[in-house]
């Protein structure tokens, strides 16, 4: 780890500690009356209060990654000073030991000095710079890096915001040498998402004559039902299900007092892309309406998009002319990202948040964070401008991919939520407008119900 890669570290820990410090700030931590140093050295004839990191050797790095040991995990307590009023007891994943150090004690306290045998550093730093998706090759047959092959999953700690809750850690000690101190706590808070895949079921005669085949064991009634549903949705758009979910997806949100975004194609058809029109009247309608209820649009952009930066810059030019200001959210279809190339190229274009980083085989903290944070490049070796929001829950992973009974899907957004909430972060979750209703209907019911359980958990 070089002095660039470890001043971005320090940033981002330090945003999530607390500290109130400006955003070129390469040593954040002074400002807590605490230095922070990453070094071999133990530095206890300093006099003012400081923490010192040992740093592990970088060949732990791949050893990590590519042998079958196991982490060892710490309960939490263990990792923060004695007498500290957090007394939360979870266990917790230690990615990296300091070179040559005991596991036991994991701290020294000389006076004033503390000497931390763990490395968060390190960790901080695995996680959020995406270092094993750069390393390794594996890749799903859309292009996409698969949870089970990450650490998280194989460790078992993708369902813990790890990097969040390291630094809550360090801000124990900076408190417990200085109590004066007090950081600034981020209020959690609850990110709905809701991509626009389809505005209408049929999209395509296509489409209409495949589910003949689905439905032909339903009878001749089915068919002739699907039949006038196709004639109804290409003449009125705005009475289609799928058009009429928006809405319902947007009181949703307004019932239970939420923020939205909703992510707008603008694409041509293509074979995993439906082609709408944005620019038809009811199309055009609807986002002005959302727009004035003050929803956010952003762009969702096409499955081709991925590495293909006129693509993108063509779509999101033609979102912004049909909204008449600059777009500065996106996703990535299908979560399609190739790191860090579609940060890179969603940056020239002009967008400011990224929201596409979350697994869609899996639920949990793919960067090991649920805080905002800016992306590193490790090619190039410096931090980007746009700001990632971590995707903490997709709806089709619970159903389509994992496969969980409703009560457990319920359950495991709960889970997710309140272990966002207790790091000060945001739990943010995606919705589609095509999950609320048919095969989908327990879902939707499932969805509008837990809403109010999300705010009611958010504000105890």
Not at 8 to 27: H, I
Not at 383 to 400: A, G, H, Q, S
Request: hydrophobic share 35%; proline share 5%.
């Amino acid at each position: 780890m070089n002095p660039i890669d470890l001043t971005y570290v320090l940033r981002e820990l330090a945003k999530r500690v607390g500290v109130n410090f400006k955003s070129d700030d390469s040593n954040p931590f002074k400002h807590t009356g605490v230095e922070v140093f990453y070094s071999t050295n133990n530095n206890n004839t300093i006099v003012q209060p400081s923490i010192t990191i040992i740093p592990s050797e970088n060949s732990c790095w791949d050893y990590l990654l590519f042998s079958n040991t196991k982490i060892e995990w710490v309960l939490k307590s263990d990792l923060i000073p004695p007498n500290h009023n957090d007394s939360d007891s979870i266990l917790l994943p230690i990615l990296f030991w300091g070179n040559n150090t005991p596991h036991i004690p994991k701290f020294i306290i000389n006076k004033n000095n503390i000497t931390l045998y763990y490395d968060l550093i390190a960790g901080t730093f695995f996680m959020l710079s995406r270092w094993e998706e750069s390393v390794q090759s594996f890749k799903d047959k859309h292009g996409r890096f698969p949870a089970e092959h990450s650490l998280a999953f194989k460790q078992g700690f993708l369902d813990i915001p790890i990097v969040d809750e390291y630094a809550l850690i360090l801000r124990s000690w900076i408190q417990y040498l200085n109590p004066n101190w007090k950081p600034l706590k981020r209020k959690p808070g609850i990110l709905l998402t809701h991509d626009i895949d389809h505005i209408v079921k049929y999209s395509s005669p296509l489409k209409l004559f495949k589910s003949f085949f689905t439905n032909y064991r339903f009878g001749k009634k089915s068919i002739i039902n699907n039949l006038k549903l196709y004639k109804n949705e290409c003449s009125n758009p705005d009475e289609a299900l799928y058009y009429k979910n928006i809405t319902e997806l947007a009181k949703l949100s307004i019932d239970n007092n939420l923020n939205s975004i909703f992510f707008f194609q603008t694409s041509k058809k293509s074979l995993y892309d439906s082609g709408y029109d944005i620019n038809i009247p009811a199309i055009q309608s609807l986002i002005v309406k959302l727009i004035e209820s003050g929803f956010t649009i952003g762009l969702h952009s096409s499955y081709f998009t991925m590495n293909n930066i006129n693509k993108i810059q063509s779509e999101k030019f033609l979102l912004d002319k049909l909204i008449g200001f600059q777009s500065i959210h996106c996703r990535q279809h299908f979560l399609r990202v190739q790191l860090p190339d579609t940060l890179r190229n969603q940056e020239e274009v002009g967008f400011l948040y990224d929201h596409s980083l979350g697994y869609p085989q899996h639920e949990g903290f793919r960067c090991g964070t649920c805080h905002p944070y800016h992306p590193y490049d490790l090619e190039k070796r410096k931090e980007l401008k746009i700001t990632v929001v971590p995707l903490i829950v997709m709806d089709n992973t619970l159903r389509n991919y994992r496969k969980l009974s409703i009560d457990n899907a319920e359950q495991q957004l709960l889970i997710l939520a309140n272990r966002s909430y207790q790091v000060e972060g945001t739990f943010t979750l995606l919705w589609h407008n095509t999950s609320l209703h048919g095969n989908w209907e327990q879902w939707g019911k499932m969805y509008s119900n837990i809403l109010p359980k999300l705010v009611m958990m958010l504000n105890k």
